[in-house]
């Protein structure tokens, strides 16, 4: 699960789900999705650039996608496995290592067909066997993985035959199909996983495009190709990445060719980036969204209309020129217009005097006074002061208190299970949240539901709406891609007119690479894909 504290970066992994079934047969639904990567036996260019270098924002910590909770470990454990299904750059499920599946009406029991003639790069056969054994670790929850919950819901996998599986769940969940496609998805050879245990995180061995060279912590990663690799073969002979934490720094070395792809490119340099010919800048969608959440179980919080008169409140395009430099969306719904089932609803405008004609009819003609949490960096301090300042336009008196990551976490969920709302501390927060699977399920449920309040879960507003839970857990009792999305624009349409949030921002991914190379491409959930890559010869 992924959670980005607005602004104070705090990454957790969420699970995004998608399901994309295609026609029905008998009491069954059946999918082969989209086309999977061709093969091809192309060469490089004795001419062109095949060495490059990609400066990230971040270092990477893990080379096992099931024990990975952030964006960036994910993203590079794609690169040399693959899972039963991926995404394309349209954040759409596509089948790898699986051809096609069959779900049954209830959701409950999945039939995977598996691609023929595959191996892992060690040499180990790819076939129901493996599959069997690296979900099998997935659904063990002794496993101590941080993305063992991912997979709870997996009774037991079968081996139908030698290419065919069937995972049989223990209870109903529509999503699965995109949860097999979030990173934590991901196959490892076995005997990898038999040869170094735990320190498999250490020694990644897949199916993938590339194949593990050498890590040093803090310094660079170094990929090779897979020339056995089943479907488009690289053109590159090597892929290195460094991180760099400095954006001045990332900018400088793509200028003087030390870099070749940046990784993130920092809103305030793109123009500086646009303006140099041997550049390209890239502004592509984001799953992440951002929001301040409201405690409904206090008040004033509890009168819907002082949670309406607070998204009336705020100009959604001035603190996005605050927070982004203009790089964003307007949030439509609690999840992003680049999330499967999203449903697009009508915008709270910016209309402080509407907000004050709410704030009288529930009972506050002269505002109120309120405290919010937020991160503690200095991005996170701008932005939350911007919301003061129109806060306090409206009659509403904020009182700030922005803290450090661990610190305003521990704040967060240091109460028992089913505590609730009215009982704890927070009052209103600054977060976001990015569904790393692409599913609506893994865009609401985790944020809105009552099974979600802390510290389950990341329902900050302790919102509790029965007709909402209703909703998310009818979109997972189906693989009826029909019926999910009605579920999802039931639950969508609830918790934005219930408001338990000011709805911000959307995301907009932003990076930029030299025109030595093309194909480089940061998909929605914010991670890196080299599937297309290639030098311009």
Not at 85 to 94: A, E, L, R, S, V
Not at 96 to 116: G, I, P, Q, V
Request: aromatic share 10%; charged share 20%; net charge negative.
């Amino acid at each position: 699960m992924k959670k980005l504290c607005l602004i104070s970066s705090m990454c957790l992994t969420l699970t995004m789900l998608f399901l994309g079934c295609q026609g029905e047969q008998g009491n069954s639904t059946s999918n082969s999705t989209a086309t999977p990567p061709s093969e091809s036996t192309s060469t490089p260019s004795t001419n062109a650039k095949t060495d490059i270098v990609i400066a990230t924002a971040a270092d990477f910590i893990t080379m096992d996608p099931g024990d990975a909770n952030d964006t960036l470990s994910g993203g590079l454990a794609r690169q040399i496995m693959d899972g039963l299904y991926g995404f394309d750059n349209d954040m759409k499920p596509i089948p790898l290592l699986a051809t096609s599946y069959e779900a049954n009406n209830d959701a409950t029991e999945f039939t995977f067909k598996l691609r023929e003639g595959v191996s892992f790069s060690d040499g180990t056969p790819w076939n129901a066997e493996a599959a069997k054994i690296n979900l099998d670790r997935m659904a063990d929850q002794t496993q101590g993985l941080k993305r063992n919950s991912l997979f709870n819901m997996v009774k037991q996998t079968d081996i139908i035959d030698e290419y065919t599986i069937k995972i049989i769940l223990n209870k109903p969940f529509g999503a699965l199909i995109g949860t097999l496609a979030h990173p934590a998805g991901l196959m490892h050879s076995p005997k990898a996983l038999k040869e170094y245990g735990k320190e498999v995180s250490q020694h990644p061995v897949g199916t993938g495009q590339f194949v593990f060279e050498s890590w040093t912590p803090g310094e660079k990663l170094v990929l090779k190709p897979n020339n056995n690799y089943w479907g488009t073969k690289t053109e590159f002979t090597s892929v290195t990445f460094k991180p760099v934490l400095e954006s001045g720094t990332r900018v400088a070395m793509l200028q003087a060719g030390d870099a070749d792809f940046i990784m993130v490119a920092p809103a305030e340099q793109l123009n500086v980036l646009s303006a140099d010919p041997n550049i390209t800048v890239h502004e592509e969608k984001s799953i992440v969204i951002r929001y301040l959440t409201m405690n409904v179980a206090k008040k004033p919080f509890d009168n819907i209309k002082v949670r309406q008169a607070l998204n009336y409140a705020i100009d959604k395009d001035a603190y996005g020129q605050v927070a982004y430099s203009g790089h964003y969306n307007q949030m439509k719904s609690l999840i992003g217009s680049n999330v499967a089932f999203f449903s697009s609803q009508e915008q709270y405008k910016y209309d402080p005097e509407k907000a004050k004609q709410l704030l009288a009819e529930a009972g506050y003609p002269d505002g109120f006074e309120t405290t919010l949490w937020a991160g503690n960096t200095s991005a996170a301090i701008r932005n939350s002061q911007f919301l003061q300042q129109q806060f306090a336009e409206v009659g509403v008196k904020v009182k700030l208190e922005n803290m450090e990551a661990g610190v305003l976490e521990e704040r967060l969920t240091k109460y028992p299970k089913g505590t609730p709302g009215d009982q704890v501390d927070v009052q209103m927060y600054l977060i976001g949240w990015s569904p790393s699977t692409g599913d609506a399920d893994w865009g609401l449920r985790p944020l809105a539901a009552t099974e979600s309040w802390p510290p389950v879960s990341y329902n900050m507003a302790y919102f509790n709406n029965a007709d909402f839970d209703q909703a998310c857990a009818d979109g997972l009792a189906t693989a009826d891609p029909a019926k999910r999305a009605e579920a999802y624009e039931r639950a969508q349409k609830i918790v934005w007119d219930e408001a338990p949030m000011v709805f911000l921002t959307e995301d907009r991914n932003l990076f930029a690479s030299r025109n030595n190379i093309s194909g480089i491409f940061i998909i929605a959930d914010g991670s890196i894909s080299l599937r297309e890559g290639k030098p311009i010869k």
